[in-house]
Nanobody, 123 residues
Framework: QVQLVESGGGLVQAGGSLRLSCVASGSIFRINTMGWYRQAPGKQRELVASISSGSTTNYADSMKDRFTISIDNAKNTVYLQMDSLNPEDTAVYYC?????????????????WGQGTQVTVSS
């Protein structure tokens, strides 16, 4: 079993910053890519940023100047530093991992989601 656990969400004023963390645990053989998505009320889930184990990053255009994604491979942890937050950033932020798991000697590739962490930006 593999679990993703997010932390770091909360309430912040416009212009403020938050740092999200997501730890992957369980029978992990190799992490390929980890990332963050968000879903605002009444909207579809959208990519925020992703990063490979080799630290190749991909950002949504609207967030690349304010958000920074990073990964600590030794800790199976991905971070999202969010600066200059505005009310439009209010959403549930979900961690995602594309990885190879290992169980009973078998390896299999799967995609996993965390439970989400609420980020609320007040004006």
């Amino acid at each position: 079993q593999v679990q993703l656990v997010e932390s770091g969400g909360g309430l912040v004023q416009a212009g403020g910053s938050l740092r999200l963390s997501c730890v992957a645990s369980g029978s992990i053989f190799r992490i390929n890519t980890m990332g963050w998505y968000r879903q605002a009320p009444g909207k579809q889930r959208e990519l925020v940023a992703s990063i490979s184990s080799g630290s190749t990053t991909n950002y949504a255009d609207s967030m690349k100047d304010r958000f920074t994604i990073s990964i600590d491979n030794a800790k199976n942890t991905v971070y999202l530093q969010m600066d200059s937050l505005n009310p439009e950033d209010t959403a549930v932020y979900y961690c995602n991992a594309d990885l190879t798991a290992s169980m009973y000697g078998f390896k299999y590739a799967r995609n996993y989601w965390g439970q989400g962490t609420q980020v609320t930006v007040s004006s």
